[in-house]
């Protein structure tokens, strides 16, 4: 997932907000994954508020692994353009902001917390997204930076980069409704399907670990 410059759906717009401009509809999304025989899950939301260039969202999660969790409200606004219209291929460039409060928890040693992250993304033309968001503002501020490329339509590559931390990958569209994408970020491999029906997606991803592999399912609903 790279959601700095390419956010596009309720889960990845709860780790960059501003990606919320790019959802047209009311649109509810949920994840589960195992990692070491572990669950976590996360659901979220996001509704845009008609033509006001505002949109909201809220999401939660649970880590098993780390039994910690997090309740999260988001916001966003369209500054200038059309993010949707980038996405059909249309001329940009857009821009729009966002920002999101959360409150972390932890079951185990009841080490809580609240922070809030900002960020943008700024589209230029029918190919080219850039993003920056700034996480953990209060508690330890860390930016990072994203790219996003598309070729022909079919194909996207992205990159982030943040402090020590970097991701590259891509994603490629066979048919309309059918995805496939794979990404690393130097040390561990991921890839994944997506496939959409209707106003429906579903989607299974893997990262391969050092000696595991993760496993991802999620699957979202858009309302119109």
């Not at 353009?81 to 079951?107: H, K, N, Q, V």
Request: glycine content about 12%; aromatic content about 12%.
């Amino acid at each position: 997932m790279f959601p700095a410059a390419w956010s596009s759906d309720p889960i990845s717009c709860m780790a960059a907000p501003a990606g919320m401009g790019r959802i047209e509809f009311f649109e509810v999304s949920a994840t589960a994954g195992i990692s070491d025989n572990e669950p976590s899950g996360s659901v979220a939301a996001v509704m845009p508020l008609g033509l006001s260039g505002f949109h909201i969202g809220t999401g939660a999660g649970w880590d098993n692994v780390s039994r910690t969790g997090t309740a999260q409200m988001s916001g966003s606004y369209v500054v200038a353009g059309d993010p949707i219209g980038f996405m059909e291929g249309l001329f940009g460039p857009s821009i729009t902001t966002g920002l999101s409060a959360r409150y972390e928890f932890a079951d185990s040693t009841g080490d809580n917390s609240f922070d809030v992250d900002a960020g943008f993304q700024f589209s230029l033309f029918p190919s080219f997204s850039l993003g920056m968001i700034y996480t953990d503002i209060i508690e330890d501020r860390r930016l990072t930076t994203g790219f996003s490329h598309v070729f022909n339509r079919n194909l996207t590559a992205h990159f982030s980069l943040s402090e020590n931390y970097w991701q590259a990958g891509c994603e490629l569209m066979v048919r309309r409704s059918f995805r496939v994408y794979s990404g690393t970020d130097g040390d561990n491999v991921n890839a994944g399907v997506r496939l959409s029906r209707g106003k429906w997606n579903f989607g299974y991803g893997a990262e391969f670990l050092e000696n595991a592999v993760e496993h991802n399912i999620g699957i979202s609903r858009r309302f119109q």
